[in-house]
Structures are given as C-alpha cells and as structure tokens.
Nanobody, 111 residues
Framework: QVQLVESGGGLVQPGGSLRLSCAAS????????MAWYRQAPGKQREFVAL???????DYAASVTGRFTISRDNAKKTVYLEMSSLKPEDTAVYYC?????WGQGTQVTVSS
C-alpha cells in the first residue's frame, strides 16, 4: 500500500510561483516513476509532468518551460516547481505513482 500526500497549494497572483510537494510512503519509491496531474473545474484530469526513477522528465506542452518536476529519493518526496503561473493553471493538482493517487492540493491563480 502506498500513500501520497500533497502539500503546497494556495492562492497566487498571475506571474507568481508555487512549489508543490508530494510525500510518499512505501519502500519502493526510488524504483517508481512519479507524476503530477491536474483537474480544473468541469474538465478531465490531465497530465502535467513525470519523472522516472532515473531522473528523466517529461512535461505537458502547456507547462513546458514554466514547471519543473524533481524528486528526493531519501525523503521519498516529489516536487513540482511552478513559475510564471497563469489563471488557466488553476486546478486541483494530484500526485501519482502507478495506480496510487494523492488527495490533491488546490492551486488558484487569480488577481
């Protein structure tokens, strides 16, 4: 059983920055890819970013150049550094490992 707990969401002005964290339980964290997804009101959940066990990364086109995913295997934590935030980034952000999901953290970008 794996538990994922997100934190770091909040209200930020357009152009601002936030860092999300996802703390994972379980002994196989370093062997698994980790990903971030988001779901805006009335929309389907969509892929945001992924980091493999080896540290390779992939991003949705909409966030490339603005978001950075990273991981700290010693802390069993994955991060999403978000900058140049736009109102369209407003969503609940979810951490994912295989078929496990966190409860989500709300990010609101508004002036």
């Amino acid at each position: 059983q794996v538990q994922l707990v997100e934190s770091g969401g909040g209200l930020v002005q357009p152009g601002g920055s936030l860092r999300l964290s996802c703390a994972a339980s379980g002994s196989l964290f370093s062997l698994n890819a980790m990903a971030w997804y988001r779901q805006a009101p009335g929309k389907q959940r969509e892929f945001v970013a992924l980091i493999t066990s080896g540290g390779s990364t992939d991003y949705a086109a909409s966030v490339t150049g603005r978001f950075t995913i990273s991981r700290d295997n010693a802390k069993k934590t994955v991060y999403l550094e978000m900058s140049s935030l736009k109102p369209e980034d407003t969503a609940v952000y979810y951490c994912n490992q295989r078929y496990y999901w966190g409860q989500g953290t709300q990010v609101t970008v508004s002036s």
